[in-house]
């Protein structure tokens, strides 16, 4: 598979797009409407902020760090994947370290917070792409392998928890979070077997330059399952570490909810942070905090869901953001060094 330098197309449109003043205004159009429906709720805000500041520290560092462990994880498996479906195969591309994979990620963790329409997903393959010079149609394959094994995890894991969770309580108010998580896994694994079974025959009847990205994201995303055990299992730590993070907001809060409801909550904030607005702002706050209503007061689960995001949204937006600015000041840097030792 030797290696496009066209498929890094994308780049320029990707980099402008996440650094328009548009993005700007869509992170104050979203935090515009995440302000009206606070206001339309029917919430106690005296006693839910009072709540926010009896915060404890300490648990709240422990939750926001075993957020960013996560990533960790996750770079792992995106590394062994990547490895699984060939990098070292493609010509002058290169493997970048576990810590690169674990920055990209949060990369694109920061473009999804302050772009619409998840644009971070493209971002990070058009980073990957750059860094290891693979291409951006076979990187985005990876991470669509990736996603594919995110909700095939998020699915068994949110069962659990409604299963515990019917032990002591109803769990008619989580039906919709499990049947969310079983059609979009179902979605995501009926893409891969229509690719595995149909794709290459389908794409002799695109033009030749979509055929040749269709091949690159082909070969990405299902040469990404090469290896099945290690990977499932870094991404059901990765999410374990998500459920630990959501805990210990819920303990510095001084709260009594059980694990069962804290594992459905936590992972029913990762289906709505797909909606495609920034960082998924308007659908996962009150989502969250619908799902604890289920086992506390209602202005008790807004302080948590607000804790929470302050972890999820506005540390990505100043972490991730500086990592963002780094990778690009990292890239610059090594695109003006390779253009000044061509000039000698």
């Known amino acids: 598979m030797p290696r496009d330098s066209g498929d890094n197309s994308p780049s320029v449109s990707l980099r402008q797009r996440v650094l328009s003043p548009y993005?700007?205004?869509?992170?104050?159009?979203?935090?515009?409407?995440?302000?009206?429906?606070?206001?339309?709720?029917?919430?106690?805000?005296?006693?839910?902020w009072s709540n926010i500041k009896g915060l404890d520290p300490v648990?709240?560092?422990?939750?926001?760090l075993l957020y960013y462990l996560s990533f960790v994880f996750r770079g792992v498996r995106w590394r062994i994947l990547s490895r699984s479906a060939g990098i070292e195969e493609i010509a002058d591309a290169r493997t970048p370290s576990v810590w690169r994979y674990s920055q990209l990620i949060v990369v694109g963790?920061?473009?999804?917070?302050?772009?619409?329409?998840?644009?971070?997903?493209?971002?990070?393959?058009?980073?990957?792409?750059?860094?290891?010079?693979?291409?951006?149609?076979?990187?985005?394959g990876t991470i669509f392998g990736e996603r594919v094994m995110d909700m095939i995890t998020v699915f068994v894991l949110i069962v659990v928890g409604a299963l515990a969770f019917s032990v002591t309580a109803d769990v008619s108010g989580t039906v919709y979070v499990?049947?969310?998580?079983?059609?979009?896994?179902?979605?995501?694994?009926?893409?891969?077997?229509?690719?595995?079974?149909?794709?290459?025959?389908?794409?002799?009847?695109?033009?030749?330059?979509?055929?040749?990205?269709?091949?690159r994201f082909h070969d990405g995303a299902l040469g990404s399952f090469g290896q099945l055990r290690v990977p499932f299992l870094l991404s059901f730590v990765g999410w374990i570490l998500e459920v630990g993070r959501l805990y210990f907001v819920v303990q510095a809060l001084d709260f009594d909810v059980s694990l069962s409801l804290i594992l459905i909550a936590a992972l029913g904030h990762a289906l709505l942070s797909?909606?495609?607005?920034?960082?998924?702002?308007?659908?996962?706050?009150?989502?969250?905090?619908?799902?604890?209503?289920?086992g506390m007061a209602r202005h008790d689960a807004a302080s948590v869901a607000l804790v929470d995001r302050s972890i999820t949204y506005l540390s990505i937006i100043v972490i991730g953001g500086l990592v963002f600015l780094a990778w690009n000041l990292t890239r610059s840097r090594r695109k003006s060094e390779r253009v000044r030792a061509a000039e000698e």
């Open 23 to 48: 993005t700007l205004l869509s992170l104050v159009v979203a935090v515009a409407f995440l302000y009206f429906l606070a206001v339309r709720f029917d919430l106690d805000w005296e006693q839910t």
């Open 59 to 64: 648990l709240y560092a422990l939750g926001l």
């Open 109 to 140: 963790w920061f473009v999804n917070s302050v772009a619409w329409l998840r644009l971070g997903d493209a971002y990070r393959a058009y980073a990957l792409s750059d860094e290891a010079r693979t291409g951006f149609s076979w990187s985005l």
């Open 178 to 215: 499990v049947g969310a998580a079983f059609v979009m896994a179902l979605a995501l694994i009926g893409v891969l077997v229509v690719m595995r079974g149909y794709g290459q025959r389908w794409a002799r009847f695109l033009p030749d330059r979509l055929e040749s990205a269709y091949r």
């Open 274 to 294: 797909t909606v495609p607005t920034p960082g998924g702002v308007g659908a996962v706050e009150p989502g969250v905090t619908g799902l604890l209503v289920l």
